[in-house]
């Protein structure tokens, strides 16, 4: 055991942490006599020569720094937010309540049904110091009032200014403020498994709240929840409430959204799953346009991922790429020389595992932009060069509301294309008719007709557009056979008129 300074010090020479450093070394063994006392000691010694016993790891150096996490956490926390939605639902009232009979002898009251509250907590990050937040899609869907509250207890009124159902992402401006802290954004394509990272949120709504993990994984799809499926994945602990908040690694840099957990429970299990910030960049430049919806590229193809199988007869070495399975004639894709049959490897650089990657690299690129793409044709490799464009509404949409007495009422329905596909945030099937809103309490609704619905048949009468719906209209029935599809499933369903 060490008792006295003369000691200590023969201890630092024997492990080598006591280095000569001139006159300052000279002063300080001078003056060592003096302190009996082991911690001054240390404090002194860290002070003058940044080292300490092996037991000791106080951070000294700016690489040492990181070895604590407060000071990440001081630069990234005063940007992550609490958010709180609501919407107010009219009460349903049964029609019994109203009738005298019933009040007169079971002495019931009239009068309006009570309104119910439907509540949501979340959290949220600040990238823009004009009150610009990124949360969750699912935090808000469905809310019509939100509010905000910082890390410094002030809580600001929110409007929502951009949904995005593909991405599970959504922006909301705050109201009247201005001057706010922002986080720094990363590149999520720069990070690597076994990063040190921390989670920032409002689990389970018990305030503003920091947790520490490694990236466990990359590219991890299959999630779901979200149509461009490319998540980091994180042991730091997430739990309901975090939804929304950041993911930010050891320079306070914002490299992902956090936004699902994998659990049993509904509590953490270490498996938690955050939205790439490289894909929140897209989000937040529509925003910044003024756009409600987020324009991405259209590729003008469909692809499947490379199984084993399909990986030996296309003459690679591993099941990786995304297959091309069709090609859209006039499209991007055939125009920069793409065909059925073709295997692409890498985009820009960057290796693609499997269509889902594929669709995720692709998202993140502007419009207007042309990418490099690695392909596999015939066992052979090349690169061809393929041109950004926005999606195009191959045919016009001719909108039509539908009334009348037959089941489709207060549907309405629009003519097929990529551009629709994307307002809609749903996969386009190429052409047909397909579902664009639905009135609450109309026969289409009370059928259980959806927004997104696909109408292939009505009295087997195929449909290929909102005339021929229209025209069928016409025919009375008592009873109508509807064909709909339903993300890509088949339904049929007699009902009637």
Known sequence: MITDGRSWA??????????????????????????????????????????????????????????????????????????????????????????????????????????????????????????????????????????????????????????????????????????????????????EVGDLVLAIGNPFGVGQTVTSGIISALSRT???????????????????????????????????????????????????????????????????????????????????????????????????????VSVVNKGPAADAGLKAGDVILSLDGQPVDDADEFGFRLATKAIGDRVELMINRGGKTQTLTVRMDPAPEIVPRDQKALSGRWPLSGATIANMSPALAEELAIESSGEGVVVTAIKPGSPADDIGLQKGDYLVSIDKNDVKSTRDVVALQQERAYYWTLVIRRKGELLKSKVGG
């Open 10 to 191: 023969a201890h630092c020479r024997l492990c080598g942490l006591f280095r000569r450093r001139g006159s300052v070394y000279k002063d300080a063994m001078k003056n060592v006599s003096r302190f009996h006392s082991p911690v001054v000691l240390l404090t002194l010694l860290i002070a003058l020569f940044g080292v300490a016993p092996p037991y000791a790891q106080t951070p000294t150096t700016v690489a040492e720094m990181k070895a604590s996490f407060a000071p990440v956490v001081k630069k990234a926390t005063p940007a992550v937010v609490n958010v709180y939605a609501a919407r107010v639902q009219k009460g349903a009232r049964n029609p019994l309540l109203d009738d005298p009979f019933f009040q007169y002898f079971f002495g019931l009251e009239g009068g309006p049904a009570p309104d119910r509250v439907q509540r949501s907590t979340g959290s949220g990050v600040i990238i823009d110091s004009d009150g610009l937040v990124v949360t969750n899609q699912h935090v808000i869907e469905g809310m019509t009032e939100v509010k905000v509250a910082l890390s410094d207890k002030r809580e600001f009124d929110a409007d929502i200014i951009l949904r995005d159902p593909k991405t599970d992402l959504a922006v909301l401006r705050l109201r009247g403020v201005r001057g706010l802290p922002v986080v720094e954004l990363g590149n999520s394509d720069a990070i």
């Open 222 to 324: 299959q999630v779901g929840g979200t149509d461009y499926q490319l998540f980091i994945q994180t042991d730091a602990a997430i739990n309901p409430g975090n939804s929304g908040g950041a993911l930010v690694d050891v320079n306070g840099r914002l490299i992902g959204i956090n936004t699902a957990i994998y659990s049993k429970t509904g509590a953490s299990v270490g498996i938690g799953f955050a939205i790439p910030v490289n894909m929140v960049k897209v989000v937040v430049a529509s925003a910044r346009q003024g756009s409600k919806i987020v324009r991405r590229p259209w590729f003008g193809a469909r692809m499947q991922p490379v199984t084993t199988d399909l990986a030996e007869s296309l003459g690679l070495e591993r099941p990786v790429g995304a297959l091309i």
